[in-house]
C-alpha cells in the first residue's frame, strides 16, 4: 500500500519538485522500533513493489537494492542506539536519504545513461527533509500502536 501510495499520490504532492519516500520512512522506522525482520521485509518488498509499478522508469531490483542497503545501515544503528529510537530514526530517516537516493543513481546511471546535475543533488536535501518529517510522524504513529496493541512481554521464569 505505501509503494502504490508513493508511485501514485505523493508525486502529485511535491514540494519544489521533490517528494518523500514513503516506502523508506517505513522500512527504517520498522526496522528502528518493531524489529529485524520488519524492517528488512518493508525494504525488500516495498522496493520490489516499486520497482514493479515504476518498471517503465528504472529497471527491476535498483529501488530493492537501494532500500535493503540503506535498512542495512539503519538495522547497524538499532544495535547501538540507546532508548531514545524514535529520534534516531528521525535522524536516520534523513541520512539514509543521501544513500537511497546515491545509490539509486549509480544504478540508473549505469542503466539507462540517467546523469546528476546541481539540481537533483540540491532536491535530494529537500527529500531528505521531507523524509526526516514523514518519519517523525510515522515513527509516533508506530510507538503509539505498539504501545496499545503490543502484547505485553513475560519473562518465561514468571510462568505462563
Known sequence: MAALLEASVLPELTLAGAKPDLVLVMAIVAAMLVGLEEGLVWAFLGGLMLDLILSSERPVGAATFSMIMAVGVA??????????RRLVAVLLAFALTFLYQGLSLVILSGTTGLA?????????GIVALLNALLAFVVAGVVRWYLIRYAPAERTEWLGA
Open 116 to 124: 546528476a546535475s546541481p539540481a537533483s543533488l540540491q532536491s535530494v
Open 75 to 84: 538495522i547497524a544503528a538499532a544495535r547501538i542506539a540507546g532508548h531514545n
